[in-house]
């Protein structure tokens, strides 16, 4: 998942998105617009096309710059145009009352300049967002103790593994990992429960994973079932990642290969706070998912579990 090629492939429907925004909040009456990464009004703004009303506009990012991920001159190339987009940004989110807003902190943000001949990236930051820190919908202190939860969701006293991949279809092949890994570890955790959330868009019953794996589509409040879990498998989303830390939830990240957040940015602020278990989808085989790594882990948090007592 190469977020360069994403972009310039997606760059005529981006411009086409900032200036249906533009025409909603021309149309609108609006106070204020809000965008939650909306680069579209950005690279639009940048590259001279004023789509955007006489309204303050605030933009959240919770990642800064594009990195390569492959040797190809062509992606660097693509790499240096973008963050030489991006590190003139100010020039919409500066102007009279707009704002940009960062959902992290400075260390989120690589210490070293955009590209050659531009500015360095947190120091850039430092003088532009404002920085939020982390945060969460929800307060882990409310929660009831994992018991009781697991009775409130319908589950019982028996190890309980959670997979789950987000919004998007790449995941599929995680969770079909996780599922032809089940049998190898319910063989020697007999009662295991292994359940896979497929979110938005990936069909459930479109899964080639063995009987006995649950498989559900998107979890409304999915924090309280990883409250309740006793280890979760998942991708290296940020906010996924930020409730597991929250939650005190062991779990595996499977950072997507080629997406630079991913395995960057967020898999970088993930070892400075030493969570998780960084993982290789392309490194991990069934076996080693079950028995060196499932089954380890599940005995380090409940010791009794693979003696039955």
């Known amino acids: 998942m190469n977020l360069t090629t994403y972009v310039y492939r997606a760059l005529g429907q981006w411009i086409h998105n900032a200036r249906v925004i533009g ?16 680069y579209e009004v950005v690279v639009a703004y940048v590259l001279g096309l004023r789509v955007m009303p006489d309204v303050p506009y605030v933009m959240m990012y919770d990642f800064w ?3 390569t991920r492959t040797s190809s001159l062509f992606e660097r190339l693509g790499a240096w145009g973008l963050n030489l987009i991006w590190a003139q940004q100010q020039r919409i989110t500066s102007r009279g009352d707009n704002a940009a807003l960062f959902i992290g902190e400075p260390t989120d943000i690589a210490d070293r300049r955009f590209g050659l001949f531009l500015p360095n990236r947190r120091r850039c930051a430092k003088s532009r967002l404002i920085f939020l820190s982390y945060m969460l919908t929800f307060s ?7 018991d009781r939860l697991r009775a409130e969701l319908g589950y019982g006293p028996s190890p309980l593994i959670i997979c789950t991949v ?7 092949e995680l969770l079909e990992l996780c599922g032809q890994a089940y049998p190898l570890a319910s063989a020697r955790l007999p009662g295991l429960r292994l359940v ?7 069909e459930p019953d479109r899964l080639k994973v063995p009987n006995g794996v649950e498989k559900r589509g998107l979890v409304p409040d999915l924090y309280r079932h990883f409250a309740a879990a006793d280890l979760v498998v998942t991708q290296g989303g940020g906010t996924t990642t930020l409730e597991l830390i929250a939650l005190r939830v062991p779990f595996l990240f499977f950072p997507v290969k080629g997406q630079a957040e991913q395995e960057l940015t967020i898999a970088n602020r993930l070892a400075r706070q030493k969570a998780g278990l960084r993982m290789s989808l392309a490194e991990t085989t069934p076996t080693s998912l079950a028995a060196d790594i499932i089954l380890e882990r599940l005995s380090r948090r409940t010791p009794s579990i693979l003696t039955g007592g």
Do not use: H, M, N, Y
Request: hydrophobic letters at 30%.
């Open 196 to 202: 896979l959330v497929c979110g938005p868009r990936i």
């Open 140 to 146: 882990p202190a409310s929660l009831p103790p994992k």
């Open 23 to 38: 025409r909603a909040g021309r149309r609108g009456g609006f106070d204020l617009i809000v965008g939650d990464e909306t």
């Open 65 to 67: 710059g594009v990195d």
């Open 166 to 172: 987000g919004g998007t279809v790449v995941g599929r």
